[in-house]
């Protein structure tokens, strides 16, 4: 009932930069969380950061001060702008949305996307 679709992966050198961005369609009545997480192999997955419907932000440590994330309500849309890339920062990432369904019976709803590779190396 909702779909995700995430972009902006890809190689970059360290020091570089990439956006990703991820955005959700289907039965949205409202979103009330929306986040970025990360997985590299071998470790477990973890949070990068989270939005609320507000604005209010959440970083990892590892990332506070490199890493930005927006959304745009209206288009239903999170981005993260990652700066300052660091061969510790190569994962899949995945973006998680939590809301409202619309329409009945409605209830809450969690949604992943597929997850885009950010591969940091020289």
């Known amino acids: 009932q909702v779909q995700l679709v995430e972009s902006g992966g890809g190689l970059v050198q360290p020091g570089g930069s990439l956006r990703l961005s991820c955005a959700a369609s289907?039965?949205?009545?409202?979103?009330?969380?929306m986040g970025w997480y990360r997985q590299a192999p071998g470790k477990q997955r973890e949070l990068v950061a989270v939005?609320?419907?507000?604005?209010?932000?959440n970083y990892a440590s590892s990332v506070k001060g490199r890493f930005t994330i927006s959304r745009d309500n209206a288009k239903k849309t999170v981005y993260l702008q990652m700066n300052s890339l660091k061969p510790e920062d190569t994962a899949v990432y995945s973006c998680?949305?939590?809301?409202?369904?619309?329409?009945?019976?409605?209830?809450?709803?969690?949604?992943w996307g597929q997850g885009t590779q950010v591969t940091v190396s020289s």
């Open positions: 998680n949305v939590r809301g409202r369904l619309a329409g009945s019976p409605g209830g809450d709803f969690t949604s």
């Open positions: 289907g039965s949205i009545f409202s979103i009330y969380l």
């Open positions: 939005i609320t419907s507000g604005g209010s932000t």
